[in-house]
């Protein structure tokens, strides 16, 4: 035998790994093109969003005529298709003007993938062609100037640059953190460029997120809105359907499957984006077991790897002295704030870091309970006033498997 075979019960049976990578080699596989079952891909036809396509192309409509549109705010729930609709809009148009003397220059960040506002906008930076540490250093400006020096850039070569800064919500966050009025300089720059022009699209999951923003930055940056309203169940199966039709083999995905996958995404937030990433994930498991189709039970599965995935991710991405509250809150006896800050302090001394204030550990529980990786609930204690007392929402097994890898927390775990 060229192959190591096992003898299983009288039988010879091939050895698991030599079966997996048979059947990739021979091709088997559930999936024709992944790419369509990925966040990024942009199809051809954006199906339920031809109103919303209409808006944005409306509004961004005098970039074809070599003027500078308004400022555009585009916001709804997750997995409403903002991003995939601009993307799209913003691609055609660029297309079009790509051979004219009025080139367009597309700009885009993710807020929520920035730590610092400075982070942020060194990676736009990066996009205009300030490619050296000399031109924009990663590190060591004051906000101001490399604002600055962006502006610099646009005007010098007078480039008509659109910034699209997803998750803007994120973005109030990093300016609320450095103190810096960025958005009333990014809503304000055509006031000081001679030449070129810049103009903001902001995208947000969240519906409230203008509510903190100052009156002279909302008046500014939304001058044109679109609201993206959830999908119904309906539309999810449709757009699930045509993925299907794209990215697996025919016949692969059972109609029970694609249902459920529908129900679990359109009840639950219409959010499309994670119907899509279901099957996909769905159709992994399937395939990894050599089943000839992607069945309920593999959406289901799929479901609960995604939400532990999601939380692991999520734990994962916090800084130490976050994770070590984690850690203190877990690990705390009563639950209580001064419990938990007991706790804390003594994990500090373990891994001998320098241990946060109090008042700002409160305002960390505070943080992370807005994740709803923790829970707070306030406690009524008679003559002794209230006090609020924090629980994980997740098994302890979750935390301690997504922390392994941090070396610091190893003693700990």
Known sequence: ?????????????????????????????????????????????????????????????????????????????????????????????????????????????????????YGLLVKLGRQLGLTSQKELPSTGLSISEVFNRIISAIEKDGLNTVFVVDEIDYLVELVSKSGKDVFYSLTRANERLKKGTLTLIGISNDLTFKERLDPRVLSSLSEEEVVFTNYSVGQIKEILEERIKAGFIPNSVEQAAINLCSAMSGQEHGDARRAIDLLRVAGEIAEREQSDTVKEDHIRRASLKMEEDKETTALNSYPLHEKLLILGVMKAGGNTTGEIYHSYKNLCKITRQKELTQRRITQMLSEIEMTGLITGKIIHQGMHGRTKKYNLTLNADTVKKAFKEDLTLEDLL
């Open 1 to 117: 035998m060229d192959r190591e075979e096992t003898v299983v019960c009288g039988s010879l049976t091939k050895d698991p790994i030599d079966k997996l990578l048979d059947d990739a080699e021979s091709g088997k596989s559930l999936f024709k093109n992944r790419e369509v079952l990925h966040y990024s891909f942009i199809p051809n036809i954006i199906l339920h969003r031809e109103e919303e396509q209409k808006k944005v192309t409306q509004s961004l409509l005098p970039l074809l005529k070599k003027s500078r549109p308004s400022n555009l705010l585009v916001y709804g729930k997750p997995g409403t298709g903002k991003t995939l609709v601009v993307k799209k809009v913003l691609g055609k148009i660029q297309e079009r003007v790509k051979d004219n003397s009025f080139p367009i220059h597309l700009l885009y960040a993710n807020a929520k993938e920035e730590t610092t506002l």
